[in-house]
């Protein structure tokens, strides 16, 4: 949602998205209507259409603005030479998540869209983990390419599990939990 928006704008656009949320964790995009969103958000369709073409359109345009915010994150920590710099990446990732829970829960969960899951795993390899074999001393190749699936859906997996578990724990305490298990593997949660 643009910050230049109308208030009232902004409280529509984010009434729709909560009902489009409800919906898709129940069945898949597919099978909802512009009629269903608009009544969960107590709107009627012609509001529904001034915003939107579709229920694709939508989902699009969500999904856009959630990878434009993530890569926006990514971005503004790329290049950097120390495993130090982990912690707050994925600390402000996980903020993200939180402030976008529900729309977050569903896009990476199991009515999600597979297009969706690959953008946000590309924007990871572009942006972030180019230099991790660097950062994190991991020889580049086949080797490396197996790291990167390997972190890439334990993270996805343990978001997921983070937001359908009703993220008892803060963003901060899961950056610090995925940051641990990214530099020390299964170490990071066995017991001393």
Not at 101 to 109: D, P, Q, R, S, T
Request: charged share 25%; glycine share 8%.
């Amino acid at each position: 949602m643009a910050e230049g928006e109308d208030r009232r704008v902004r409280k529509t656009k984010k009434l729709m998205t909560k009902a489009l949320a409800e919906l898709l964790a129940q069945k898949p995009l597919s099978a909802i209507s512009v009629r269903e969103v608009a009544e969960l958000a107590d709107i009627n369709r012609g509001t529904f259409y001034l915003h939107y073409r579709d229920i694709y359109d939508m989902a699009r345009r969500l999904q856009d603005e959630m990878l434009e915010k993530f890569d926006h994150i990514v971005k503004s920590h790329t290049g950097r030479e120390s495993s130090d710099e982990l912690f707050p990446l994925l600390s402000e990732l996980f903020a993200l998540l939180a402030e976008n829970a529900e729309l977050a829960g569903v896009l990476i969960g199991k009515n999600g869209d597979a297009a969706f899951m690959d953008k946000l795993k590309n924007i990871v390899r572009e942006k972030c983990l180019a230099d991790a074999h660097i950062m994190l001393n991991i020889k580049s190749g086949g080797e490396f390419e197996y790291f990167y699936n390997y972190i890439v859906s334990g993270c996805i997996g343990v978001c997921a599990a983070w937001l359908s578990g009703g993220m008892k724990e803060t963003p901060a305490r899961m950056a610090s939990l995925v940051e641990r298990m990214i530099l020390n593997g299964v170490g990071a949660v066995a017991q001393a």
